[in-house]
């Protein structure tokens, strides 16, 4: 694969959106269950080093979403075969591992969704993006 026909903008534009999906996921939508399921307070998350969390989730999901731009990025992927394969990404790899990963860790599924849902949506939409922008 050819790292210099990655439109790199693309993948700016599709981790932002990874960004922008999580604030609204884990904010009104779940984040009461997602803190209830987590055993977090108020006080928990204000405690927490924001800059170092957001920053290291930035270039993991920066780095998701190079790597989704290489499977992407032949030009005979269609729009369709890009949300599908970004679905196929986030629920059957990625939600599937947090699902191994949380029964191991005895986390309950009610979180495992929430999870496993964030990212599967999220990587379709960063599949939209980059399936349009190339």
């Known amino acids: 694969m050819d790292f210099s026909t990655i439109n790199h903008l693309a993948v ?3 981790t932002i959106s990874a960004f922008v999906l999580g604030g ?9 269950a997602w803190m209830k399921e ?3 307070s108020e006080e928990d998350l204000k405690k927490a080093n924001q800059g170092k ?3 290291l989730a ?4 920066l780095i998701m979403a190079y790597n989704l731009a290489m499977f992407l990025n032949d030009p005979s992927v269609t729009m369709g075969q890009a949300v599908m394969y970004s679905f ?4 059957g ?16 599924m009610k979180l495992m969704v929430i999870n496993g849902g964030y990212m599967t ?10 399936g349009a922008w190339k």
């Open 53 to 55: 969390i957001y920053g």
């Open 88 to 91: 196929f990404t986030g629920f």
């Open 58 to 61: 930035f270039l993991w999901t």
């Open 38 to 40: 987590n055993g977090f």
């Open 93 to 108: 790899w990625i939600a599937m591992a947090l699902f191994v990963i949380g029964l191991f860790e005895r986390k309950s």
């Open 12 to 14: 700016f534009a599709a």
């Open 121 to 130: 949506v999220a990587l379709v939409v960063m599949g939209v993006i980059l």
């Open 24 to 32: 609204i996921w884990y904010g009104p939508l779940f984040g009461k």
